[in-house]
DNA sequence: CCATGATTATTGACTCAGTCAACATGCTGG
DNA sequence: CCAGCATGTTGACTGAGTCAATAATCATGG
């Protein structure tokens, strides 16, 4: 049996074998530079920060102390590198580069730009796009060093279809839900707007690391002062760091200040992890039926929200 | 000014700097290993392939001969591996690993695979996710050689929504279409799959490269013999490749398939594309009317091919 | 059948990468 | 003031990577 770590641990190796063979060498040495990726590496390094010291170069890269010390002294004997004794601190060498080593620089900068941009226009258009989103993807995911916080948004372009969407694959997959599921999804999207009212609806997309992970729907109900919650759903990735409660609080809160006495929502028991946060956010059970739906037999849920207390 | 080239360029620079600052090291030299990185490459092919010659490990790796003649020999030294003149060809030296040769490997393999799942563990859920897609998404880039085909298959979970949300976002961002027109897709989706009757309505969703890259549904008409053309798109990457002509073609064959006399459809001069995709599949413009929609002034169209030709 | 060219493998020579240990020097916090 | 730490350098060594030369073998076309 494989399972989906092992999956994604062989997935990994996979991406990292043809990294090494198509991409690997690419930013640094164009054919016939003078530079090793090395020395490229250190090259970048020296031009681009403030103030360069060799153990911050060190640091950032994650080379060796002895490499970089004997390449910055092939540099100064290159001609392209100066270094002067810091005056605040007699241990530190502040570094700096020439006008040969900024023109050195400047011409690998050029050709290594040229070599990419040479790789991104042989892709067919298809592959570049997702050649380039993966990139910035992973990018991002060593960037952001900070645990990723999710925030609430309004609707944009692309969430209604975006939300019906989510919710459909994931029922159909966690619950075997069946297409009239997603149906009822887009037909609902599809009235929240017609009917919209700024004034008695609302929706708050949750996003993280830059994808949905999340939305909630503020809709009127039939009877005066009663709204209605729909479309809750968090993501499994997002599950457990709060994105739920965040969309219910936020929907509640809207509710209380539109002047709404009563906040209902359906569901279906089988959704245990969202009837937890109603629960948890002080809706109590006020009918139940069983029903056949979505080519399941389900109980249904009418949960109720005092606001006026 | 900066060009979307040169930020392709710039971003996959930044990629490539993480990838060798955070990722590099990773498939190969666990802490304390044996083997280099390059040594540990040339093991795997050794122990990956069948009959390995040096001269394919050469070609599948992108090394020079001298470099694997060399860590061949030192193998061989190890007692990792055993060569022996190939009966076929007197200049192949077939390559097989003893057995020290494989535990070496295998516990190669066990901690490459530990180290690896270790960072894979460290991360969060929802970068984790998008980690491994993105690395899954480069391979995939790289793996297709030949250029990608669009192919065409039915609806799937999700795919309503994701329609609708596609649709939604490239003509708000193409021509400024307010969310109006995304509620409008989502209606016709959800309609559709409501009185969907397999005798008389069909969908298509064209693929590339493992996404969705264009729609196309069939739908019947109010009149009797009658069916409409609905809800064409193709992503923008994909144009130029054939798969607008595609989905008509395919939508047209089914309406012909089902009996219906005539195919409607409704469009606005605005999509110059879609037009002439239409024009070449046969349709004549057989209404036009000045229209405000989408809170854009437009020029409503309805178009119309003759089955019983 | 043979000359030619391509492929395969090896070796020498060289520079740089990368690791480890030793060492000198300056700074910092009790 | 002193121990400990960070910074930078050097020596010694192995492997990576490049280039050129060489030798053996195979494939091919006249």
Not at 70 to 93: D, Y
Request: proline share 4%; glycine share 8%; aromatic share 8%.
């Amino acid at each position: 049996m494989t399972t989906q770590h092992d999956q994604d641990v062989a997935d990994l190796r996979a991406f990292n074998r043809t990294y090494t063979r198509r991409l690997g060498l690419l930013d640094a040495s164009y054919d016939g530079s003078p530079f090793t990726l090395s020395e490229a590496r250190v090259l970048y390094e020296l031009a681009t920060r403030t103030d360069p010291v060799a153990a911050g170069i060190v640091r950032a890269l994650g080379l060796d102390p002895a490499q970089v010390s004997r390449t910055i002294k092939r540099f100064t004997e290159r001609g392209l590198v100066t270094s002067r004794e810091s005056p605040a601190h007699g241990r530190h060498l502040l570094l700096s580069l020439t006008d040969e080593g900024r023109a050195a620089f400047s011409t690998l900068e050029t050709n290594t730009k040229a070599s990419i941009g040479q790789l991104i226009d042989g892709l067919h258009p298809l592959r570049r796009a997702r050649l380039l989103a993966a990139a910035r993807a992973i990018n991002a995911v060593f960037e952001g060093d900070a645990p990723p916080a999710a925030r609430l948004r309004g609707l944009e372009p692309g969430d209604l279809g975006m939300v019906t969407a989510r919710q459909g694959f994931l029922y159909a997959g966690e619950y075997g839900w069946g297409r009239d599921h997603e149906a009822l999804i887009a037909e609902i999207v599809a009235r929240f707007h017609q009917d919209f009212d700024p004034a008695k609806d609302d929706a708050w997309i949750a996003e993280a690391d830059g994808r949905m992970v999340g939305s909630i729907f503020l809709v009127r109900g039939e009877a005066p002062g009663t709204a209605k919650l729909r479309l809750l759903y968090v993501e499994p990735d997002a599950r457990g760091m709060g994105v739920g409660q965040m969309l219910i609080e936020a929907c509640v809160a809207r509710a209380r200040a539109l002047g709404y006495r009563r906040l209902d929502l359906w569901t279906v028991t089988t959704l245990t992890a969202a009837r937890k946060l109603y629960q948890r956010a002080g809706f109590q059970v006020v009918e139940e039926t069983p029903c056949r739906r979505f080519g399941q037999d389900l109980v249904d849920q009418i949960w109720s929200l005092d606001l006026t207390a």
